[in-house]
């Protein structure tokens, strides 16, 4: 199961993958953090592609997530899924951030995807503490692995040392 989990330190925006998850906002408008990185890397496509889908449906649900094609990025395609807002825990958060891996991972599954990347959504401006996303990633990553072998890896990018060494230690006690 483990052996199919990556953890790696840096831009999710340079990864090749089938798919890179955004930690979008509801109107999938683009903002700063991981959210800017990839429109900025994937070009003036995404943000029409993020408008088209809000014009069909208003956009995307906290804990829902959206698929796009991945523009000029290295990804053929972006996973857009939008993060809690970290409100002091008793605002469903925690089903909200584990609703955005589990309906990622679907997409994943739906679209034959063999590779995707998680950035740590929710853990910037949205001020999710940072080990408990990661012990709520890395849970709903390996739950779905377990059940789900077309899967075949599974990367938690991080662009902060502190998410790295949180989601290091935590990959080494569960391995
Ligand atoms: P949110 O609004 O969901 O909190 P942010 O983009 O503010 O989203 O932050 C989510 C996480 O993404 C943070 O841990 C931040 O360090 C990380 N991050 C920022 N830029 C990048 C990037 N280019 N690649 C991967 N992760 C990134």
Redesign the pocket.
Known sequence: MSKKITLLK????TLKVDAVVN?ANNMLAGG????G?IHKAGGPLIAKYCSEIRRETGGCKTGEAVLTLGGNLPSKYIIHTV?PVWKGGKFREEELLKNCYRNSLMLAKEHHMKSIAF??????????PKEAAAEIAIEEVSNFLKNNKSLENVIF????RE?FDIYNKILKRVK
């Open positions: 840096g831009d999710i925006a930690a700063g953090g991981v959210d990185a993060g950035p740590n959504i929710s853990t910037g401006v949205y001020g999710y990018i991080c662009f902060d998410n």
